[in-house]
């Protein structure tokens, strides 16, 4: 069994900076592809930032240039560095991670509780 522990939301004010980290553990083979999701107030859960395992990122036009997305594959761990935020960053941020476990011949997606970002104006 795997699980994702995310870590590092909270409440910041318009042009502060937070940083989420998200750990994988359990009976881990190997891990693909990791990235970054979040769901706004009333809103669909949208992308925000992908890395592969050599380290190529992929990030949604409304963060480039402020967010930073990095992994630690000797820990496991996918990072979202996230500066000058806006409020409409607030959402709840998941991590996500294509997983292969030792018992296992394939990857399945897993994925992160949840960490709350609130950004005040």
């Known amino acids: 069994q795997v699980q994702l522990v995310e870590s590092g939301g909270g409440l910041v004010q318009a042009g502060g900076s937070l940083r989420l980290s998200c750990a994988a553990s359990?009976?881990?083979?190997?891990?693909?592809?990791m990235g970054w999701y979040r769901q706004g107030p009333g809103k669909q859960r949208e992308l925000v930032a992908t890395?592969?395992?050599?380290?190529?990122?992929n990030y949604k036009d409304f963060v480039k240039g402020r967010f930073t997305i990095s992994r630690d594959n000797t820990k496991n761990t996918v990072y979202l560095q996230m500066n000058s935020l806006k409020p409409e960053d607030t959402a709840l941020y998941c991590c996500n991670a294509g997983v292969r476990t030792i018992a296992a011949s394939t990857y399945h997606d897993c994925w992160g509780q949840g960490n709350q970002v609130t950004v005040s104006s």
């Open positions: 890395i592969s395992t050599i380290g190529t990122t």
């Open positions: 359990g009976t881990i083979f190997s891990i693909a592809a």
